[in-house]
């Protein structure tokens, strides 16, 4: 069945590094676009980050521009976020999803389980 | 726009309809995806496009637009149905992807 994985997610230090992976299975991976949602203890959903299936468009909300960068393995059926400078409010469950954006249209489906990353001293 | 309004919480009687409503300039051009969230899992989406349910999906539920409001019904709700839910699509420009603050659904 069509699943991901995520995977990679620690406690990290203000300020630190670390790369988040989402394993792809069930599905023709490099067929469609991927993104990268989070959302904060308690909070809401927040999109990060899309990347085509080319990796030649790509996307970043404005909280993270500049500090994580998207990419993907087609080879390996694998999506990647790396997140420099984090900060305390990065802070979240990472969820890796197959991003649908035909015309006029847009849904996430599937989602992965999520990886927990936490920023803290 | 860069932004999609959701009530914050809404509540529904077991077996009547309620109406979760999600608002942002970019629905008059993009069409809206729903999400249920349920207490420790991840989100799983419940309607996409026009008007479309996934497989197992229950038909109870269902999608409109009209003007820069989009909307989830539920007709009957049921016990199960409490949950948090997210409106999403895109902004304005058609490149970023928007969510809403989330709906809580409670079943009384």
């Known amino acids: 069945q069509v699943q991901l994985v995520e995977s990679g997610g620690d406690l990290v230090k203000p300020g630190g590094s670390l790369r988040l992976s989402c394993a792809a299975s069930?599905?023709?991976?490099?067929?469609?676009?991927m993104s990268w949602i989070r959302q904060a203890p308690g909070k809401g959903l927040e999109w990060i980050s899309y990347i085509s299936t080319s990796g030649h468009d790509i996307n970043y909300a404005d909280s993270v521009k500049g500090r994580f960068t998207i990419s993907r393995d087609n080879a390996k059926n694998s999506l990647y976020l790396e997140m420099n400078s984090l900060k305390v409010e990065d802070t979240a469950v990472y969820y890796c999803?197959?991003?649908?954006?035909?015309?006029?249209?847009?849904?996430?489906?599937?989602w992965g389980q999520g990886t927990l990353v936490t920023v803290s001293s | 726009s860069s932004e999609l309004t959701q009530d914050p919480a809404v509540s529904v009687a077991l077996g009547q309809t309620v109406k979760i409503t999600c608002q942002g300039d970019s629905l008059r051009s993009y069409y809206t995806s729903w999400y249920q969230q349920k207490p420790g899992q991840a989100p799983v989406v419940v309607i996409y496009?026009?008007?479309n349910r996934p497989s197992g999906i229950p038909d109870r539920f269902s999608g409109s637009r009209s003007g820069n409001t989009a909307s989830l019904t539920i007709t009957g709700a049921q016990a199960e149905d409490e949950a948090d839910y997210y409106c999403?699509?895109?902004?304005?420009?058609?490149?970023?992807?928007?969510f809403g603050g989330g709906t809580k659904l409670t079943v009384l």
């Open positions: 999803v197959r991003d649908w954006a035909p015309l006029n249209e847009m849904w996430f489906d599937p």
């Open positions: 999403n699509s895109r902004d304005s420009s058609g490149k970023r992807r928007l």
């Open positions: 496009g026009k008007n």
């Open positions: 069930g599905f023709i991976f490099r067929d469609y676009y």
